[in-house]
T-cell receptor, first 107, second 115 residues
Framework: DAKTTQPPSMDCAEGRAANLPCNHS???????VYWYRQIHSQGPQYIIH???NNETNEMASLIITEDRKSSTLILPHATLRDTAVYYC????????FGTGTRLQVTL | NAGVMQNPRHLVRRRGQEARLRCSPM?????VYWYRQLPEEGLKFMVY????????ESGMPKERFSAEFPKEGPSILRIQQVVRGDSAAYFC?????????????FGSGTRLTVV
């Protein structure tokens, strides 16, 4: 699994875009970048994943740099319910969770 | 289509007792993963199972912990002779394919408290 580095915490105003960065400079060619989040003490929730191309779904967008050494998760219009710990994972098999970024969305 | 079902949601055991945690994967999923989350810590991988097979148990403690995923029925994580340090949230996830790039679906977890 790729080693990932994320800022420990971030704040975002409600209604604004939340941009969560992740460095994964050791990622190998067959490893995808996954993003999950954990709201309070609930089970982790899948957000999005990608390999090379940028991806978008109903929850978020994922921007992966051309060299694949970093990525950014974008929540286009953050709400209070998006307050959670966000995990970036680089893997070709099982998910290995790091410490993530604690996103606090405020009024 | 129900998601991943874990039960019980909360389990209290006295030191020395056995804890049995159950996980029913999503319909059609044949791969199950167990994770443990100690208070104020991140999720740690424990074991990965396919029907009737343990594929990766690199995260399982060497003693007292075992897991199974029988041909019929849920996956079971069993902790024998529990100690206070086993108090944690245990999450189960399921997926459709091994090493395929699909998002795993997690259950709501079992909170084990050892008193």
């Amino acid at each position: 699994d790729a080693k990932t580095t994320q800022p420990p915490s971030m704040d975002c105003a409600e209604g604004r875009a939340a941009n969560l960065p992740c460095n994964h400079s050791t990622i190998s060619g067959n490893e995808y970048v996954y993003w999950y989040r954990q709201i309070h003490s609930q089970g982790p929730q899948y957000i999005i994943h990608g390999l090379k191309n940028n991806e978008t779904n109903e929850m978020a967008s994922l921007i992966i740099t051309e060299d694949r050494k970093s990525s950014t998760l974008i929540l286009p219009h953050a709400t209070l319910r998006d307050t959670a710990v966000y995990y970036c994972i680089g893997t070709a098999s099982k998910l290995t969770f790091g410490t993530g970024t604690r996103l606090q969305v405020t009024l | 289509n129900a998601g991943v079902m874990q039960n019980p949601r909360h389990l209290v055991r006295r030191r020395g007792q056995e804890a049995r945690l159950r996980c029913s994967p999503m319909k059609g999923h044949s791969h199950v993963y167990w994770y443990r989350q100690l208070p104020e810590e991140g999720l740690k991988f424990m074991v990965y199972l396919q029907k009737e097979n343990i594929i990766d148990e690199s995260g399982m403690p060497k003693e007292r912990f075992s897991a199974e995923f029988p041909k019929e029925g849920p996956s079971i994580l069993r902790i024998q002779q529990v100690v206070r340090g086993d108090s944690a949230a245990y999450f189960c996830a399921s997926s459709n394919f091994k090493d395929r790039n699909y998002g795993y679906t997690f259950g709501s977890g079992t909170r084990l408290t050892v008193v």
